[in-house]
C-alpha cells in the first residue's frame, strides 16, 4: 500500500515555542492530507484538510493561527503548533490520498508524539 | 449525540472465541464506512470497508444496516495478534472529498491464551 511518513515521530518542547512536523507521501501524489489529533483514550480528531497549493479547511473549534498548515507541494504537508501549550500535547497523525493511491484510501503517517512542559 | 458511537469495552476473550463489536452513526447521509485497527502508540490501520451486502475477509465479517445507521464486526477465532483498539470510521457527508472520516473512540479488545 501507500506509504505516509511522518517526522518527527516524537518532540518534546517547552511551552511557548513553536513546533513543526513534517508529513511526506512517499509513493503518490497527495492532492488531499489531512491533520488529525488524538487525546490518550479519545478517538482520532481531525483538525483540518489541506489540498495542495490552497488553503487549509480547518474544522469547528481548531484555530487556524495556532495551527499553521502548509501544502506546498504534493508530497508535503507541515502543521506548525505555533506557541504551544500543556494542553496542546497529544498524539498528531496525518494523512493522504490522491492519485497513485487506492481511490477513498486514506495512508496514514505513524503519527508524532508531542509533549509541550 | 456523538457521531459514531462505539461500545469502548474492554472486550477481553479467550484465544479462539468469536467477537462482536457494534457501532453506530448519527448523519444518516454517510457515504462510506470502515473498520479500522489501531495498535498501541500507532496510527489506524485500514482493517476492511463495509459494505451494504456484507463483507467477509477470512475471520472478519462486517455488517451494514443503513436503515438502523448500524455497523457490525464479527471476529471469529480470535488471535492473539488481533489484540487491538478497533475503530468504527464513517466518511463524513459533504464536501467534495472522500476523505473527512468521523472516527468513533474505538473498542479495545484484548485476546488472551
Known amino acids: 500500500g501507500a506509504v505516509v511518513s511522518q517526522h518527527p515521530s516524537r518532540v518534546i518542547c517547552k511551552s511557548g515555542t513553536s513546533v513543526k512536523i513534517e508529513c511526506r507521501s512517499l509513493?503518490?501524489?497527495?492532492?488531499?492530507m489531512f491533520w488529525y489529533r488524538q487525546f490518550p483514550k479519545k478517538s482520532l480528531m481531525l483538525m483540518a484538510t489541506?489540498?495542495?497549493?490552497?488553503?487549509?479547511?480547518?474544522e469547528q473549534g481548531v484555530e487556524k493561527d495556532k495551527f499553521l498548515i502548509n501544502h506546498a507541494s504534493l508530497t508535503l504537508s507541515t502543521l506548525t503548533v505555533t506557541s504551544a501549550h500543556p494542553e496542546d500535547s497529544s498524539f498528531y497523525i496525518c494523512?493522504?490520498?490522491?492519485?497513485?493511491?487506492?481511490?477513498?484510501?486514506?495512508?496514514f503517517g505513524p503519527g508524532t508524539r508531542l509533549l509541550v512542559l | 449525540r456523538k457521531e459514531v458511537e462505539q461500545d469502548p469495552g474492554p472486550f477481553n476473550v479467550p484465544e479462539g472465541a468469536t467477537v462482536a463489536f457494534n457501532c453506530t452513526y448519527s448523519?444518516?447521509?454517510?457515504?462510506?464506512f470502515f473498520w479500522y485497527r489501531q495498535d498501541c502508540r500507532k496510527e489506524p490501520k485500514l482493517l476492511m470497508s463495509?459494505?451494504?451486502s456484507g463483507n467477509e475477509d477470512g475471520r472478519f465479517t462486517a455488517q451494514l444496516n443503513r436503515a438502523s445507521q448500524y455497523i457490525s464486526l464479527l471476529i471469529r477465532d480470535s488471535k492473539l495478534s488481533d489484540s487491538a483498539t478497533y475503530l468504527c470510521?464513517?466518511?463524513?457527508?459533504?464536501?467534495?472529498?472522500?476523505?473527512?472520516?468521523?472516527f468513533g473512540q474505538g473498542t479495545i479488545l484484548t485476546v488472551h491464551p
Open positions: 463495509v459494505y451494504s
Open positions: 470510521v464513517v466518511n463524513k457527508a459533504g464536501g467534495t472529498s472522500y476523505g473527512k472520516l468521523t
Open positions: 494523512s493522504g490520498e490522491g492519485p497513485g493511491a487506492i481511490q477513498e484510501t486514506q495512508y
Open positions: 448523519n444518516s447521509a454517510s457515504q462510506s
Open positions: 489541506s489540498n495542495e497549493g490552497s488553503k487549509a479547511t480547518y
Open positions: 509513493d503518490f501524489q497527495a492532492t488531499t
